[in-house]
C-alpha cells in the first residue's frame, strides 16, 4: 500500500489497517537501519499516527509534533513513501516536519516543548481568521519537562482557541524522563489502571483549563480511533489533553528492550563519539581528586559520555531533563558558591540557554564549564541540528572564554587544565573524533603553530580544519607555495600576540561555523585597517540542511582543493 | 535607624520593627522620586524582607530575589543605606542585587523566573560540600507564569535539597499577571479566606514535592515572623513554599491605587517612551486597513505604548505574560498561518527567545515582526537590562532582516512597509527618540547618504549615532575635512551596493551595540583584504553597568569630540 500516493485510510477495515501498521514498522526498521534516524520513537507512534489520519482530515486540520523526530509514519501515509529510501540523506527526505517538504508538514519542528505554543497559534490564528479545523499537538513525555510547555498550557485558557494536546507517554525522553511531571503522570496511569477511567480527582491539566481525558493505549488501533473520534468532538467548544500510552520501540525486539540504544540511530554505528567517552573519562578521573567537580546535562547523559560518571558520583550529578535554561542557572549557582560544574550540552540545544549563559554564567563571572558536543556540522539531523551557530553565539559574551580543541588528546588537556580556570569557559567539538596530531605544550589563551611557511598563513579551529588546512599546505607546497598553518584553539580570546606577530601579508580563517559572528569575524575585526588581504572560509548566512557531514562541509566550498587552489593563486599576489 | 551599620533587627521590639518599616518605606519614597527606580513593588517587601532579616542569619543563610528589583529593603539593610541616594546613578549603587556590592547579595538577578533554579543550585552546593545554612527564593507572582520556574519546581524531588520558596503574589506583574496560574493563585487566596489554612485540598505545588503554605498577609510583619519561624524549621527536611499576599505600592496612597504607572519610574517622568507611542498608534492604524495584524507581548504592554491596541482590537492582541519563548513561537505559527504578527520586547528580554526567533521564526522564514524597544544603552538598571547585544544575536541569524530607524519619523515609515515585507524582520530602537532628522525616501535594503564629503565616511546606525556623526562631521568641516555620513538603517543585509560604491579609503563606524558581531564587525567582514581603513566605534566586550545613557555612551568613547578628534587627525594620513 505504501508507494507515492496517499492511502485511502478512511475507506479501510481495522484488519487492513493493522496490516497497514506492520508495513509501516517494516519499512521504518528498513529504512532506518540503512539510513540511520530515529527508531524506537517512530515504532511507538504507528498506530497513534494511523489513528490521526483516519479520525482528522489532514491537510485542512493541522497536526504539529514536537520535536518532530516521531514523524515518519506521518511521512510515509503523505505521499512519501516512494522516496523514503532518501530519509536523512542530502537532497532526500528530512527526518523532520518541513512544510518545504509536503502541505501536510504545517510546522517544522526540532527543538522540545514547541507544539503547544504553536498549536495555540494555529489555533489563535484560525479563530482570528473565521476558519475552520482542528489542531492538534503531539508531545512526548520526555518534553513534558521543558518549560515552554508549561507557559503554553498556562496560555489556554486566555487564548480561548480549542486545541487539541495528545500526550505521547512512553516513560522515556532519550533518557528515562525525570522529574515530578513524570512520576505524577506515572500515578495518572497507576490510577487509570485501577478505577473507572471517568471519575478521578482533578489532574494538574484541569487547572490549566484542559479537559483532561486518558489513561488509553496508544499502540491499540481500535481503541485509538474510538478515543480520536469521541475527542474531536469536543474539540469543538474546548481544549483536551488526551493522556496515552505507548510502547517505545514497539513491534521491534531488541528496540523495545533497548529503547535508549535505539533512539537515535547513525548509520553504521550506535555508539557513543570520541569526544563524549574522553569527556566521560576526564571529568570522572578529575572527580575523583577534586570534590568540586559536578556534571550537569539535559536528558543526554549516555551520549554526552557521561553515564559512567553518573553512576560514579551520583551526588554530584544532575539530569534536569530537557530544561536547558534551567541547567545554565543550577550551574551558574553551583559555581558561585565554589564548586566547578560541567554542562554537557550539544550546540544546538545550547541555544536554548543563551539568556542563561549571558546573564547567569557570564555576567557573574562564575566558573563553569560548557562542554559542547555535536558542534560545527552535525549532519543528517539538519537545520535543526546543526551546531554551525555557537561560535558566533558565544563568542559575543563578555568574559566567556571559548575553546576549540584540535583532537580529543587537545580535548582531554583542555578538561585537566579546566578546574583551575577561574572563570565561565566553553569547549566545543565536533561529533568526530577520530583524527590525532602531533602536538606541542598547550596554554590557555596561546595558539599553536603546526606547520612553518611564509607565504601565507592558515588560522584553522578544531579538527575538521586543522585536518583540511594541513593537506592544503602540503599540495600547496608541492607547488612553491610554503604555508603556516595554526592551531586556534582559542576563539576568545584571540591570541592576539600571535596574530600581531604574525608577517604574512595573506591570512585564511577556517572554521566549522557559520561567518557572521564567528572566528573569522573576529579575525577580520582585529586586522580591520591592517591592510592585510584576508580571506574567510566558513559557513554563509544560511541553514544548513541535513546530508553526510563531508557533503555539507564540501558543499560550502571547505575543501582541500578549494583552499589549496586559493592559496597557490593568490599567495604570491 | 537607617546608615551605613547594619540594624540590629533581632533585638528590636514590634514597634520598634514597625518604626524601622515606615522609616524604610520613607527613605525608599524619597530616593525613587529623586532617582527614579521600582517603587511599588519595594513599597510591597518592606514588611517581608524585614522580617526574613529578623528570622534567618544573613549573609550565612542566601536569600535571592527574583527580578531583583524588589531589593531595595534588603540593601538598606544590610550597610546600603548610608550612600542609598546613590541608587542607579552611574558609580553607585544598582537597583539589584550584586555581590560585587556586598556579601549580602548572593545571587545576581535581573531577568525574570531564576531564582528557584539557583536556589535549587545554592541548595545542592550546600548538600555536596557538607555545610548548613538555609536557602531562600523570593518570586513574585509575575515571574511565576515563567518556564524557568516549572522547570525549576519540575526538580525540586530529584534534587533533594530543601529550600524555601516565598511565592510574593501582589496580583501584579508590570501589567496584571495573565494566564491560569493566577487565577489558580487567586483560587487559593480566596480559599484560605473561607476556611481553616491547615486543610484545604492537594495544591499543584504539592504535587512537585513542596510543602505548600499559605495564604498570609506578608505586610504584617507580626504574622510573617511568626510564619518564618515556623517554616525554617520544617527547612530542615523539606522544601517549602510559602504564599504570602503583599499590597504593591503599600503605604504610598498613589502607588497603592496606581501600580502599574508606578512599577518603574524613571527620573523625571513615567510616560510611554516616543518610539512606543509610534509603534502603539501605527500598529493600530494598520490593523484598521489590514486584519492579519496582531500585536504580542511578554507582559508589558504600556511600557511598550501597546495599551490602545489592545483595547482597540482585544481579538488580535495576545498578552503571554513573562514568557518570551512561548510569545515568539506562537508569533511563528500566526505568520505561518498568513497573519502578520508583531512582538514587541525588550531588546535585553528578547534574549530569552533567541532559540525560537532562530528555529520557529527564521528557519521557517515566517513574516514576524520584532519590534525591539530599549536596544542599546537603556540606562540606570544596568547590566541585565541594557540592550546592547541585539545586533548581534540577530545578525547572525539567517533569514532575518535587521532594521534600525534613524529617528520616529523613519521609524513609522518602516513599520508601515512592514506588512508587506514577506520575512521575519527586526526593527530596534532606542528608549529616548526625541531627535528628528531631514530624510528623503525610504526603501528595503537602502541605505541613506545624510551628508557628502569625500575625506572619509561615517557610517552610523541609530539616531544617537547618527546624531554624534552629524555633530563630529560639522566639526571636522570647520578645520577642512569633509565627511560623508551614512544612515545604516539597515544592519542587514548591509547596503552592499552602496559600500562597494564608497570611494573613501577612510570607514568609520558608529553603533549602539557590543562591537563583537554587530554592525562594524558586519562592515570589516565585508571590507576584509580591501586595504580600507576601518575605526569601529561600538561597546568593548564587557557587561555596561547602570548610569545615565550619555554618561554611558561617552564611558565608551563614542563622543563628538573622540570622534573628530579621530577624523582630523587620520582623514588625510
Redesign the interface.
Known amino acids: 500500500m505504501l508507494d507515492e500516493n496517499i492511502p485511502q485510510l478512511k475507506s479501510m477495515s481495522i484488519d487492513e489497517l493493522n496490516a497497514l501498521c506492520d508495513e509501516l514498522r517494516n519499512k521504518i526498521v528498513d529504512t532506518v537501519m540503512k539510513n540511520g534516524g530515529h527508531l524506537s520513537s517512530n515504532l511507538g507512534m504507528v498506530e497513534l499516527t494511523v489513528a490521526l489520519h483516519y479520525v482528522f482530515d489532514f491537510p485542512k486540520d493541522k497536526v504539529i509534533y514536537d520535536v518532530g523526530h516521531q514523524c515518519y509514519t506521518h511521512k510515509l501515509l503523505t505521499g512519501r513513501a516512494g522516496k523514503f529510501d532518501t530519509l536523512r540523506k542530502y537532497g532526500g527526505i528530512s527526518g523532520f516536519p518541513k ?1 518545504e517538504e509536503s502541505v501536510y508538514d ?3 519542528t ?2 522540545s516543548g ?1 507544539s503547544i ?6 489555533a ?6 473565521g476558519e475552520d479545523y482542528n489542531v492538534i499537538a503531539v508531545i512526548g513525555d520526555g518534553s513534558f ?15 480561548n482557541s480549542p486545541v487539541l494536546i495528545i500526550l505521547n507517554d512512553n516513560q522515556m525522553s532519550i533518557s528515562p524522563t ?4 513524570h ?2 503522570l506515572e500515578k495518572l496511569s497507576a490510577e487509570s489502571e485501577q478505577r473507572d477511567k471517568k471519575r478521578r ?1 482533578e489532574t ?1 491539566f484541569e ?3 484542559l479537559t483532561y481525558d486518558g489513561v488509553y493505549d496508544g499502540n491499540d488501533l481500535g481503541c485509538m480511533i474510538q478515543k480520536l473520534s469521541e475527542v474531536k468532538q469536543k474539540l469543538r467548544t474546548r481544549s483536551v489533553i488526551l493522556h496515552v500510552l505507548t510502547k517505545k520501540g514497539k513491534g521491534y525486539l531488541f528496540s523495545e528492550e533497548n529503547p535508549q540504544e535505539t533512539h537515535g540511530i547513525s548509520a553504521g554505528s550506535a555508539t557513543a563519539t570520541e569526544y563524549s567517552t574522553v569527556l566521560g573519562s576526564t571529568l570522572s578521573d578529575i572527580a575523583a581528586q577534586d ?1 568540586r567537580i ?1 556534571a550537569v546535562t539535559a536528558a543526554m547523559t549516555p551520549s554526552l559520555g557521561l553515564s559512567d560518571f553518573f553512576e560514579k558520583y551520583p ?2 550529578s ?1 539530569d ?2 530537557i ?1 536547558e ?2 541547567a545554565a ?6 559555581a ?4 566547578r560544574p560541567y554542562f554537557a550540552v550539544y550546540s544546538t540545544f545550547l ?2 540557554a ?3 549563559v ?3 554564567i ?3 563571572n562564575a566558573p563553569v564549564t560548557l562542554c559542547i558536543d555535536r558542534a560545527g556540522i552535525s549532519g543528517s539531523d539538519g ?2 541540528h546543526q551546531g554551525a ?1 555557537d561560535l ?2 558565544l ?2 559574551i ?2 566567556l572564554t571559548i575553546a576549540v580543541p584540535k583532537d580529543v588528546v587537545e580535548f582531554k588537556r583542555m578538561l585537566l587544565a579546566s578546574p583551575d580556570f577561574n572563570a565561565p569557559l566553553a569547549i566545543r567539538y565536533p561529533k568526530d573524533g577520530f583524527r590525532r596530531f602531533d602536538g606541542g605544550s598547550f596554554e590557555f589563551g596561546k595558539w599553536e603553530v603546526m606547520r612553518d611557511g611564509g607565504d601565507c598563513v592558515l588560522i584553522a579551529c578544531g579538527e575538521r580544519m586543522i585536518s583540511i588546512a594541513l593537506s592544503a599546505a602540503r599540495i600547496a607546497a608541492d607547488d612553491g607555495v610554503e604555508c603556516c598553518v595554526i592551531n586556534a584553539r582559542f576563539v576568545k580570546p584571540l591570541d592576539e600576540v600571535m596574530l600581531s606577530a604574525l608577517p604574512h601579508k595573506h591570512v585564511i580563517t577556517m572554521e566549522d561555523n ?5 572566528f ?3 579575525v ?2 582585529f ?3 591592517s ?6 572560509f566558513a559557513y554563509p ?3 544548513i540542511p541535513h546530508g553526510g557531514v563531508n557533503t555539507l562541509i564540501a558543499k560550502y566550498g571547505i575543501t582541500v582543493k578549494n583552499i589549496s587552489d586559493y592559496i597557490i593563486e593568490n599567495a604570491h599576489r
Open positions: 512544510r504545517c510546522y517544522n526540532g527543538h514547541t505554543s504553536a498549536a495555540l497559534g494555529f489563535k490564528a484560525r479563530d482570528i481568521k519537562s521543558n518549560g515552554l510547555v508549561y507557559e503554553a498550557f498556562n496560555s489556554v485558557s486566555e487564548f525525570i522529574g515530578s511531571m512520576e505524577y480527582h494538574i487547572r490549566f483549563g570534590e559536578v551526588a554530584r544532575i534536569v531533563g530544561c535554561s534551567h542557572v543550577v550551574c551558574a549557582a553551583l558561585v558558591q565554589g564548586l541555544q536554548r543563551f539568556d542563561e549571558m546573564v547567569d557570564c555576567s557573574q537545520e535543526t551557530f558566533s553565539y563568542s559575543m563578555p568574559h557559520s561567518l557572521i559572528g564567528g573569522g569575524s573576529l577580520d575585526c586586522y580591520a585597517g591592510g592585510k588581504k584576508i580571506k574567510n548566512d544560511e541553514f
